[in-house]
């Protein structure tokens, strides 16, 4: 079998960031600036990692950003009213809360207590509602940055065979729901699914995001399946292994340099969007 077609996310994350700058200009110009913030709560190294990321990529292409850090015994209510706070600031178009927060905050109504205008992650139950009936809301952006990757190397997922493994309300299931929207055949399965080697195999498309390192195998696919793998585990590791999964996929997702940086681009896409449809407003209400 041939070499299979590498999927490099970070060609379809500088395609992105490229398309942005001249609405970034054209915004700054308007004296508006796109500005996210990124509220993490406790200490974990790994969501630290994460949110200096996110705060390099805006820098870059001309954004602003703002990083709020809380301590871990932070409650709920006082999270509540910190994005209470930035639905309320009007120089802020996108609010990102880094997950996972401790476990003793209510993690669900944090999220949903984000302003649906400025919810450029994705995560509000009416988002993932909107995103599912293809209303207008912004999509999760590791979801959306999967069907990034399918549309950038032209992927057919039409009357496909779609095998999602995992089941999160901000990657399995609305991923399975974009693939749905697409004609895609879609099973959900997880890392408790009787059989889950056997339905893999009749898989034409895999969407690894189980948060288990090496969990999928290569024994497991179907010759020439298409492998998206949106697992980011400790030491740079996939949900799949990627030595066996690549000697059988048609194409293939590495990790990192994958679905990582297309989610970053789709981050700050929608917070782009949010500032551009903040002037629209703007302009609107002056006329």
């Not at 910190?82 to 476990?103: A, C, F, K, M, Y």
């Not at 999509?139 to 065979?161: L, R, S």
């Not at 789709?266 to 969007?273: A, D, G, M, S």
Request: one cysteine or more; charged letters at 20%.
């Amino acid at each position: 079998m041939k070499e299979p077609l590498l999927l490099d996310g970070r060609e379809v994350s500088k395609s992105i960031k490229g398309q942005l700058k001249g609405t970034i200009d054209s915004l700054t110009k308007e004296g508006i600036v796109p500005k996210l913030v990124t509220i993490l709560v406790g200490d974990n190294p790994s969501s630290h990692t994460y949110v200096q990321m996110k705060a390099n990529a805006c820098s870059k292409i001309g954004m602003e950003s703002e990083r709020i850090f809380l301590p871990t015994e932070t409650t709920t209510e006082e999270l509540l009213q910190t994005i209470r706070q930035l639905n309320e600031d009007e120089t802020v178009h996108g609010i990102l809360l880094q997950h996972p927060v401790p476990s003793h905050i209510d993690e669900r109504q944090a999220f949903d207590t984000i302003a649906l205008e400025k919810d450029v992650d994705g995560v509000t139950s009416h988002g993932f509602g909107s995103t599912a009936f293809q209303l207008n809301a912004y999509p999760c952006c590791t979801p959306a940055a999967i069907m990034e990757m399918i549309d950038f190397y032209n992927i057919d997922v039409e009357g496909k065979h779609a095998v999602v493994i995992g089941r999160s309300p901000i990657l399995g299931k609305p991923v399975s729901m974009m693939l749905l929207n697409r004609n895609a055949t879609v099973t959900i399965s997880h890392s408790r699914t009787e059989n889950l080697e056997q339905m893999v195999s009749q898989a034409d498309i895999v969407v690894a995001a189980v948060g288990k390192p090496k969990f999928v195998k290569g024994e497991w696919l179907k010759e020439g399946a298409v492998v998206l793998d949106a697992g980011y585990n400790k030491g740079n590791i996939g949900d799949c292994d990627y030595e066996t999964c690549y000697n059988r996929a048609s194409a293939i997702t590495p990790v990192p340099g994958g679905v990582g940086p297309v989610t970053i681009a789709t981050l700050l896409r929608n917070t782009v969007l949010a500032a551009q449809q903040k002037a629209m407003m703007r302009e609107v209400s002056h006329t």
